[in-house]
Each structure stands twice: as structure tokens, then as C-alpha cells.
């Protein structure tokens, strides 16, 4: 079935080299990181977490977000997504290779990962992510794979992985939760010491991740015979527009218990991130313009989702995901880890400005997220059109 | 009907067993919670040794240099690099104001000299210390006397300690501490053979000098400040100490006790 990648138009293969070229560039910066240390990135005592843990954060949303697809049509049987469910699944992998890339790239020392399972923690939130992460890893691969094949070869998919596509269910949750719980049970960091932080992380993935799902399925209609049909894109309409809206309510909640109760410490980030925080003679706002697009961007797709989708307009479409899709990932792929620092627990504001080769190797990252993401779902629309055909 | 029968009984069974099961585990939960928080005083062992330090601020305010002599004799013993910048900056001791160490504290009016008071600042040793309930390899650990330790050839990097300790007192190796800069000047300027240097890319902080109290010696930045008696470290599980005695005549204070942490360092402002 991989063979399927060996076949493209030059598109495909110019698209490729594209990636492939971003992934070198971000190689050779990631050498003078290793070689160097970590401080070659914009990381400092105070903001100890910058870019990389950030974007791993947002994918392991875009991750749990192919739950959107497996749950309707595993679970309520809804067979309208019988020719996309695939797409979800190989999303999953795809950003959760990123989110091993990510923190790979975070650790100052990451010759010695395996540590985590040499010496397991139980009581340390990073030992189950890493649990969680690498379980789902399994699960989609498995799942996905298996399903293709069968379909490929023309049969049903065997009974046994029934069992597996269940518990990929639950687990998808899990990956969100437990990657909010690594910032919400830190105590002296008010910001993440939410409650309703793995319920917003939820309702950010289950819109941004069936956002760019949307997004792919149209670039592939216009560029091949691969249609996912009008009925499932209306469907993840309603999806995303949902999820997004909770996730704006989940936002305003945070806004009202900060400003309402009036303690300092839980206004503090909320005035960082978007209205800048005075210190001494100093305005420290640097997020502020970003944070103010999002939520603009994020209520502008909201509204233009539904408007697509009733002038069933696909360019409209393709908009209104972007929108959303960049609305969360400044959220929670800028916002939300950088914000946590500021100010750090002794009342300091330490502004984050990330480097050149920390920018190079997040791209490279990306670009391998995409590369997986290109050949699977290469191999998943062959076999789909091979079908139809 | 044979089917029905036994699904019925596989029914009661559960439910019998969730019946006896749920409620003790409730119960244990519940027992274990209102052990763990019985009133605002620290629950902390009493029995064992459970090192605290004082830092009397007034003494360190009466006698300018001396926080600074504390911070040499911490940093020269324990190989800690000077970098020269903010960025890559290490610390395991150093100087703040009142408004910094105790944020969380406001009050209308104040003496205007407390907030120009030297305030040294290091590693609380929490008794329910945040970084060890963080660090994914027991890289970051609590030893029996009440010491955080850290080890640095298991610590991994990934910072997550930092994040969770509530006082700023990690620093982490940004770039190779045994290295120099541009100009050829050692970051370290005289190595220490009696204390390992660190590499690149692990965490470190104050280790209350566990390696100078194993061979029966107190704690460098104590015996810095012995002369003003600044500082005073001790077991404060032993009622004869004088940590024990001082503790309990004098009112002193620790940095945000509402976190639950249960610090180690006490101060007497």
C-alpha cells in the first residue's frame, strides 16, 4: 500500500523537495543547538518554556482532534464520514510525531529521553503525557493502517481492531487532559491554575483540528478527483463552529473570574497578553496585537463558518477555517505557555522573543508534520479513488 | 433465559461489589484528605531531621557586604558560572527586594527603608516541594533530612521543575557553564575540586550544602554570615536546636505559605 507515495504529479514531488528543504535548514540550525545549548533559543531564567513547548501544546490538540471524526462514525455510526475518518486518523499521527519532535528539540539534554521510562514517575504529569502521547501514536497507526489496508484489499476491516478504534476514543481526551494537566497543577503560576484549562484545550482542538482538516479536504478537491461531499462538510460546520464558540465561553469565563475577583495575581497575564503590563517605567505588551487578532479572528470565523455554509461557498470555507485555525494557534500556541512566565512568581517581566534557529527548527518541525501528513494521506486517497474508480 | 440469568447475576455481583467498594474508597480518599490539611499549621514530620535556615534581614541590613560574602562563598564553592548576563544567568543565592520575595503581600502604609532591605533569596526546600512532584525522572528528589537535592546526571532538561516551583530558585544551563567567553575568560573563574561542575542543559539550585553537613561542616553561606549571625541553619526537629529556639520566640515569616509548600526558610524581617 506505501507504494502509493512512490507515484505523484510534479506537484507532489515539488511540494515534497519544498518540505524536505525546510527540514534541512532547521537540521542544521538543530546541530548549533545541540552543539551550543539551549540558550541559543530566546528561552531565559524566567520564560523557561518558549516556542517549542507551545506548538507541541496546540498539535496535541490538532491531535485529539481526529476524535471529531472517529467518535460520529465509530460510535453513532454516522456513515457520512466513512471517507474522511481515515483523514482524521492520519492527522492524529502526523501532529503527534510533531509533538515528539517539539519536545525532543526542548530537552536540554535530549540524549537522555529515555530517562523518562528508565526511571518512571508516576506522580509526574510529563510521565503520563508521555504514556498518553505514545499510546495514541499507537492506536491511530494501528487503527488507521489496518482499516486502509483492509479497505485496499476490499474487505472489511477484522473484528480485533474493533476494541482498539473504542479505546482510541477515550484516549484522544486523555492526550488533551493530561497535556493541560502539566500547566494547571503548578501551583504560584495563576494563569495556568484553572480548572477549565483541559476543558478549553478540548474545545480548541475539536475546532482548530477539524479546522485544518476542512481546510486539506478542500485543497485536495480542487487539486484531485477526492471529494468529501457536501453532507460530512456541513457536518464539520456545525463541529467547528461549536467547539469554537465553547471555547470563546471558556475564555470569557477565565475573564470574568480574573477581573471580577479582583486578585492581582489572576489579572496579571490577562493584562500581559491583552492590554500590556506596566512595570516600573516599562509597558511590556509585546503579545498584545497577536492575542487581540486572535480573539478578532477566532468570533470573524465563527460567524463566516455558518455564512459559508449556508451560501455553500468552498473559497468562504477554506477562510473561515483559517480563521479559526490561527485564531487557536496564537491562543494557545503563543498565548498560553508564554503568558504563564509573565510575570514570573517573584513578580518579575521577562519579555520572550524567539531566535533565528529556534524559528528554523519549529518550521522544520512543522515541515515533517507535513511530510508524514502528505504521504499518508497520498496512500489514503489512492486507495480511496482506486476505489471509487 | 440461561443468558438473561447469568447476565443478571454478573449485574448483582458488580453491583454488590460496587456497593461495598466505592463507598470504603470515598472513604479512604476522604480520611487521607482530612489528614493531609487537619488546620492551617504545617503537617510536617516531627520526627527525623528536617533542616530549616532563618534569614535574619535585619542583621544583613546593619551590615552592608554581607549577603554579598554569602553569595561568593555559595557560588565560589559550588562552581556556579558567571555568564554576565541576565539571559543565561545562574543562581543558587542572591539579593531581593521586599516587593520581589513577598509579592503576595500588600499593605497601605509600609517604613520606607523595607523595601530597600537586602533580602537573600535561595531554595525554600519546601517540605511539599512542587519540583519533585514535576521532575518525569526523580532527577529532582526530597531526602529524609528535608533537603531537595538534585541529580544532574539524570536531569534530563526539560525544565518542567522550573515551571513548577513557586520562588524562582532553578536556574538551568542555557549554555555550557565550563566553557569561556569571547574574551578567553572562564565562566567559572576558580574551580572548585570538592563540588562536581555541571553540563550543559540541566537545572540546578541551592543544595543546602548537603555536601558539606555529610563530612559535619554547616552550610557555606551560614558559616559566611556566622561572624553578624545572619543566617541560622539547623535540624528544627531537634528542640535543642537553636533554629528551634529562635522560631519559637521570635515571629518570623515565609514566602507565599499559601501555596502549601511548606518552605523551609523562615524570615525575620
Given at each position: 500500500?506505501?507504494?502509493?507515495?512512490?507515484?505523484?504529479s510534479?506537484g507532489y514531488?515539488v511540494w515534497?523537495?519544498a518540505?524536505?528543504?525546510?527540514?534541512?535548514?532547521?537540521?542544521?540550525?538543530?546541530?548549533?543547538?545541540?552543539?551550543?545549548?539551549?540558550?541559543?533559543?530566546?528561552?531565559?531564567?524566567?520564560?523557561?518554556?518558549?516556542?517549542?513547548?507551545?506548538?507541541?501544546?496546540?498539535?496535541?490538540?490538532v491531535?485529539?482532534g481526529?476524535?471529531m471524526l472517529?467518535?460520529?462514525?465509530?460510535?453513532?455510526?454516522?456513515?457520512e464520514f466513512?471517507r474522511i475518518?481515515?483523514l482524521g486518523?492520519?492527522m492524529?499521527?502526523?501532529?503527534?510525531?510533531?509533538?515528539?519532535?517539539?519536545?525532543?528539540?526542548?530537552?536540554?539534554?535530549?540524549?537522555?529521553?529515555?530517562?523518562?521510562?528508565?526511571?518512571?514517575?508516576?506522580?509526574?504529569?510529563?510521565?503520563?503525557?508521555?504514556?498518553?502521547?505514545?499510546?495514541?501514536?499507537?492506536?491511530?497507526?494501528?487503527?488507521?493502517?489496518?482499516?486502509?489496508?483492509?479497505?485496499?484489499?476490499?474487505?472489511?476491516?477484522?473484528?480485533?481492531?474493533?476494541?482498539?478504534?473504542?479505546?482510541?476514543?477515550?484516549?484522544?481526551?486523555?492526550?488533551?487532559?493530561?497535556?493541560?494537566?502539566?500547566?494547571?497543577?503548578?501551583?504560584?503560576?495563576?494563569?495556568?491554575?484553572?480548572?477549565?484549562?483541559?476543558?478549553?484545550?478540548?474545545?480548541?482542538?475539536f475546532a482548530a483540528g477539524p479546522a485544518l482538516l476542512l481546510i486539506i479536504a478542500l485543497i485536495l478537491k480542487r487539486n484531485t478527483k477526492f471529494d468529501i461531499g457536501q453532507t460530512a462538510k456541513d457536518k464539520l460546520v456545525t463541529i467547528i463552529g461549536y467547539a469554537a464558540m465553547?471555547?470563546?465561553?471558556?475564555?470569557?469565563?477565565?475573564?470574568?473570574?480574573?477581573?471580577?475577583?479582583?486578585?492581582?495575581?489572576?489579572?496579571?497575564?490577562?493584562?500581559?497578553?491583552?492590554?500590556?503590563?506596566?512595570?516600573?517605567?516599562?509597558?511590556?505588551?509585546?503579545?498584545?496585537?497577536?492575542?487581540?487578532a486572535s480573539v478578532v479572528m477566532g468570533l470573524a470565523g465563527i460567524a463566516l463558518i455558518f455564512v459559508a455554509r449556508s451560501k455553500q461557498s468552498d473559497g468562504l470555507l477554506a477562510l473561515s477555517c483559517a480563521l479559526i485555525f490561527i485564531a487557536f494557534w496564537i491562543?494557545?500556541?503563543?498565548?498560553?505557555?508564554?503568558?504563564?512566565?509573565?510575570?514570573?512568581?517573584?513578580?518579575?517581566?521577562?519579555?520572550?522573543?524567539?531566535?533565528?534557529?529556534?524559528?528554523?527548527?519549529?518550521?522544520?518541525?512543522?515541515?515533517?508534520?507535513f511530510?508524514?501528513l502528505t504521504?499518508?494521506y497520498?496512500?489514503?486517497i489512492?486507495?480511496?479513488l482506486?476505489?471509487?474508480? | 433465559?440461561?443468558?438473561?440469568?447469568?447476565?443478571?447475576?454478573?449485574?448483582?455481583?458488580?453491583?454488590?461489589?460496587?456497593?461495598?467498594?466505592?463507598?470504603?474508597?470515598?472513604?479512604?480518599?476522604?480520611?487521607?484528605?482530612?489528614?493531609?490539611?487537619?488546620?492551617?499549621?504545617?503537617?510536617?514530620?516531627?520526627?527525623?531531621?528536617?533542616?530549616?535556615?532563618?534569614?535574619?534581614?535585619?542583621?544583613?541590613?546593619?551590615?552592608?557586604?554581607?549577603?554579598?560574602?554569602?553569595?561568593?562563598?555559595?557560588?565560589?564553592?559550588?562552581?556556579?558560572?558567571?555568564?554576565?548576563?541576565?539571559?543565561?544567568?545562574?543562581?543558587?543565592?542572591?539579593?531581593?527586594?521586599?516587593?520581589?520575595?513577598?509579592?503576595?503581600?500588600?499593605?497601605?502604609?509600609?517604613?520606607?527603608?523595607?523595601?530597600?532591605?537586602?533580602?537573600?533569596?535561595?531554595?525554600?526546600?519546601?517540605?511539599?516541594?512542587?519540583?519533585?512532584?514535576?521532575?518525569?525522572?526523580?532527577?529532582?528528589?526530597?531526602?529524609?533530612?528535608?533537603?531537595?537535592?538534585?541529580?544532574?546526571?539524570?536531569?534530563?532538561?526539560?525544565?518542567?521543575?522550573?515551571?513548577?516551583?513557586?520562588?524562582?530558585?532553578?536556574?538551568?544551563?542555557?549554555?555550557?557553564?565550563?566553557?569561556?567567553?569571547?574574551?578567553?575568560?572562564?565562566?567559572?573563574?576558580?574551580?572548585?575540586?570538592?563540588?562536581?561542575?555541571?553540563?550543559?542543559?540541566?537545572?540546578?539550585?541551592?543544595?543546602?550544602?548537603?555536601?558539606?553537613?555529610?563530612?559535619?561542616?554547616?552550610?557555606?553561606?551560614?558559616?559566611?554570615?556566622?561572624?553578624?549571625?545572619?543566617?541560622?541553619?539547623?535540624?528544627?526537629?531537634?528542640?535543642?536546636?537553636?533554629?528551634?529556639?529562635?522560631?519559637?520566640?521570635?515571629?518570623?515569616?515565609?514566602?507565599?505559605?499559601?501555596?502549601?509548600?511548606?518552605?523551609?526558610?523562615?524570615?525575620?524581617?
Open positions: 500500500m506505501i507504494e502509493k507515495a512512490l507515484k505523484g510534479t514531488w515534497l523537495l518540505l524536505l528543504s525546510i527540514m534541512a535548514i532547521g537540521g542544521l540550525a538543530y546541530t548549533q543547538q545541540f552543539s551550543y545549548g539551549l540558550g541559543i533559543t530566546g528561552m531565559s531564567r524566567d520564560v523557561t518554556w518558549g516556542v517549542y513547548i507551545s506548538q507541541f501544546t496546540f498539535l496535541v490538540g491531535a485529539a481526529g476524535l472517529v467518535l460520529p462514525y465509530y460510535i453513532h455510526n454516522y456513515k466513512g475518518v481515515i486518523e492520519f492524529a499521527i502526523a501532529a503527534i510525531v510533531m509533538c515528539l519532535m517539539f519536545i525532543l528539540a526542548d530537552l536540554g539534554q535530549p540524549m537522555r529521553a529515555l530517562n523518562v521510562m528508565l526511571h518512571p514517575t508516576p506522580n509526574s504529569m510529563l510521565f503520563w503525557d508521555m504514556i498518553v502521547l505514545n499510546g495514541y501514536l499507537f492506536l491511530n497507526i494501528l487503527c488507521g493502517w489496518v482499516v486502509l489496508q483492509s479497505e485496499y484489499k476490499g474487505v472489511k476491516y477484522p473484528k480485533w481492531v474493533k476494541p482498539f478504534i473504542y479505546l482510541s476514543i477515550p484516549w484522544a481526551i486523555s492526550i488533551h487532559t493530561v497535556t493541560a494537566f502539566l500547566y494547571c497543577g503548578l501551583p504560584g503560576r495563576h494563569f495556568w491554575l484553572t480548572a477549565i484549562l483541559a476543558p478549553r484545550f478540548l474545545a480548541s482542538a465553547l471555547n470563546f465561553f471558556f475564555l470569557a469565563c477565565e475573564f470574568f473570574v480574573a477581573y471580577y475577583s479582583n486578585i492581582p495575581g489572576h489579572k496579571h497575564t490577562l493584562d500581559y497578553l491583552f492590554w500590556g503590563l506596566g512595570h516600573g517605567e516599562q509597558m511590556y505588551n509585546n503579545l498584545v496585537p497577536y492575542m487581540r491562543d494557545k500556541g503563543l498565548g498560553l505557555v508564554l503568558g504563564g512566565f509573565v510575570p514570573s512568581p517573584m513578580e518579575y517581566v521577562t519579555e520572550y522573543v524567539p531566535s533565528f534557529q529556534e524559528l528554523a527548527i519549529t518550521a522544520a518541525i512543522w515541515a515533517t508534520g511530510l508524514v504521504i499518508l497520498k496512500v489514503a489512492s486507495v480511496k482506486e476505489k471509487d474508480a | 433465559m440461561d443468558s438473561n440469568r447469568r447476565d443478571f447475576l454478573k449485574l448483582a455481583g458488580l453491583t454488590a461489589v460496587a456497593g461495598v467498594a466505592i463507598p470504603s474508597a470515598f472513604g479512604s480518599l476522604l480520611k487521607g484528605e482530612a489528614m493531609a490539611s487537619g488546620g492551617p499549621e504545617p503537617v510536617a514530620k516531627t520526627t527525623g531531621k528536617r533542616y530549616g535556615m532563618v534569614i535574619d534581614v535585619k542583621k544583613f541590613a546593619e551590615n552592608p557586604g554581607l549577603a554579598e560574602k554569602c553569595i561568593n562563598a555559595c557560588h565560589t564553592n559550588h562552581n556556579v558560572p558567571d555568564f554576565g548576563n541576565k539571559k543565561d544567568e545562574i543562581k543558587w543565592i542572591w539579593v531581593d527586594s521586599y516587593e520581589h520575595v513577598f509579592p503576595a503581600d500588600s499593605q497601605y502604609k509600609r517604613p520606607d527603608n523595607l523595601y530597600k532591605l537586602p533580602i537573600l533569596t535561595l531554595c525554600n526546600h519546601c517540605d511539599n516541594p512542587p519540583c519533585v512532584r514535576a521532575c518525569p525522572t526523580k532527577a529532582t528528589f526530597r531526602k529524609k533530612d528535608g533537603i531537595v537535592g538534585m541529580d544532574y546526571h539524570r536531569c534530563i532538561g526539560c525544565r518542567f521543575c522550573m515551571a513548577a516551583c513557586p520562588y524562582g530558585a532553578r536556574s538551568f544551563n542555557w549554555r555550557d557553564p565550563r566553557g569561556k567567553d569571547a574574551n578567553g575568560r572562564p565562566f567559572i573563574k576558580a574551580e572548585n575540586p570538592q563540588y562536581p561542575t555541571r553540563m550543559r542543559g540541566v537545572v540546578e539550585k541551592c543544595n543546602f550544602c548537603t555536601e558539606r553537613l555529610a563530612i559535619g561542616k554547616i552550610p557555606a553561606c551560614v558559616e559566611a554570615a556566622a561572624e553578624a549571625k545572619g543566617l541560622i541553619f539547623g535540624d528544627m526537629n531537634d528542640p535543642n536546636a537553636e533554629i528551634s529556639q529562635v522560631l519559637k520566640t521570635t515571629y518570623t515569616i515565609q514566602r507565599n505559605p499559601a501555596l502549601g509548600t511548606h518552605p523551609s526558610l523562615f524570615y525575620i524581617i
